[in-house]
């Protein structure tokens, strides 16, 4: 059994050189580690339903009605009421969806009927209008159609009182649309996740500034910015602070007492001016802050008074494989949601050798495409953390276990799609 090193080690050991690194975390050990610490909030609301997209359900909902309510057609076409040995129908009236009116056939009879229209009293079966040969008052078919075929029937898709949805479900578009189809204009959920985000480094200014030699522009704030848009959070913009350890000791006691979940970028590596851990560790506690990837080792995972604190890489690349990885199935986790797991992992071949080194488990970035119907996957050009442009090249993650090699053109590697995350 893979044992996870101490929380001692974890913190507090200052390399971040070579490729094997014992006292780094492994992958596979973060979340189960993560789970230990990181619980749902509990706090809930009542949200209009129109609200309610990537939310979490706080209580499981029961359905109020039957869906359908009412026996309907599955499509346009006829319904008909058989007459034995007869395929030739009369056309005794017409329903639309909508129309709430009783109506009858009788035996070798026929209504013309839309998708959604209520089914008439002794209807057998609806025939598509694609099958029909209509004459005047007549209809005639080819073949007698199956007792009951292309009806929608009470309850066929929920049933009074079924529990549809259950609490911690994640809410999607299919599941808005299931829960307004019961007539639901209101829902229990829990409360929005509050984040307070800040970039770190005297050499990142702001967009839209003149760039000097030596700085940088903040492309992080605006990378994780975007990446947390894609849930319903309430994100707290801290913005830029600087390489001064007070600076950062006021932001973190600030966010602290603001938000669940504070996220920042840089100064978690071992350079002179990094005092994000050393803050961390007066204002809390350090859980760790190595792990065995690439990119993206140095990332600092702590706690101050109630809040969570994951500080990212200040790499761009690094910062966003992080944040995608180990810092969104932590937020998932936060918001309630019960159900999520990381997007999983496929099988294809390789369309060019890759370059890897044993140590530490790589998500290299890729580019999946389609040839003669097999999958194939390419590296992006450069795969350096700081080479942002290769974010916008990939659509996949190449990953790359722990103690695998270089790979040759044509074998098989697993790639995790990015379109997956959210």
């Known amino acids: 059994m893979k ?196 970039s770190s480094g005297d050499e990142v200014i702001e967009v839209g500034k003149r760039l000097k030699t030596g700085q940088v522009y903040d492309s992080n704030r605006y990378a994780i910015g975007a990446l947390l848009k894609n849930f319903n959070l309430d994100v707290v913009h801290y913005k830029n602070v600087s390489d001064n350890k007070a600076d950062i000791k006021k932001t973190l006691l600030r966010a602290s007492k603001n938000c669940n979940l504070i996220i920042s970028t840089g100064g978690v590596s071992v350079g002179k001016a990094d005092y994000m851990k050393e803050v961390l560790k007066e204002l809390g506690q350090i859980l760790f802050w190595k792990l065995a990837i690439k990119p993206g080792r140095p990332l600092a995972y702590g706690q101050i008074g109630k809040a969570h604190f994951f500080g990212l890489p200040g790499n761009p690349v690094s910062a966003m494989v992080t944040f995608y990885q180990i810092v969104q199935p932590a937020i998932r986790v936060l918001m309630g949601d019960k159900d999520y797991s990381q997007p999983p992992l496929f099988k294809v071949r390789t369309l060019e050798p890759i370059f890897k080194k044993p140590g530490r488990m790589e998500f290299q970035r890729g580019v999946l495409s389609k040839i003669k119907n097999e999958w194939f996957v390419k590296p992006t050009p450069h795969q350096g953390s700081a080479i942002l442009s290769s974010m916008t090249q990939a659509n996949c993650f190449i990953v790359l276990e722990k103690n695998e090699v270089s790979l040759k053109k044509n074998d098989c590697v697993n790639v995790q799609l990015m379109s997956d995350f959210i």
């Open 3 to 198: 044992t996870i090193p101490s929380l001692k080690k974890i913190s507090q050991d200052p390399g971040c050189l070579s490729e094997y690194d014992p006292n780094s975390m492994n992958f596979e050990d973060v979340h189960p580690f993560l789970l230990k610490f990181v619980k749902p909030i509990k706090k809930t609301e009542t949200i209009n339903l129109l609200d309610a997209h990537n939310r979490v359900l706080a209580k499981a909902i029961k359905s109020p009605v039957n869906v359908p309510n009412y026996d309907n057609s599955a499509m346009d076409g006829y319904a008909i009421r058989l007459k034995q040995k007869t395929l030739t129908f009369q056309v005794t009236g017409s329903i639309l969806a909508g129309s709430l009116s009783p109506k009858k056939l009788n035996p070798g009879e026929a209504m013309q009927i839309m998708t959604g229209g209520k089914i008439p009293k002794g209807c057998d079966a609806v025939i598509p209008i694609e099958l029909v040969l209509e004459n005047d008052q007549f209809i005639q078919i080819k073949a007698l159609p199956k007792k009951n075929a292309n009806i929608r029937f009470v309850g066929e898709d929920v049933k009074k009182g079924q529990i549809i949805l259950k609490q911690g479900d994640f809410l999607r578009p299919a599941e808005i649309g299931l829960l307004a189809s019961l007539g639901l204009a209101k829902i229990n959920v829990y409360k929005k996740l509050k984040v307070g985000f800040f």
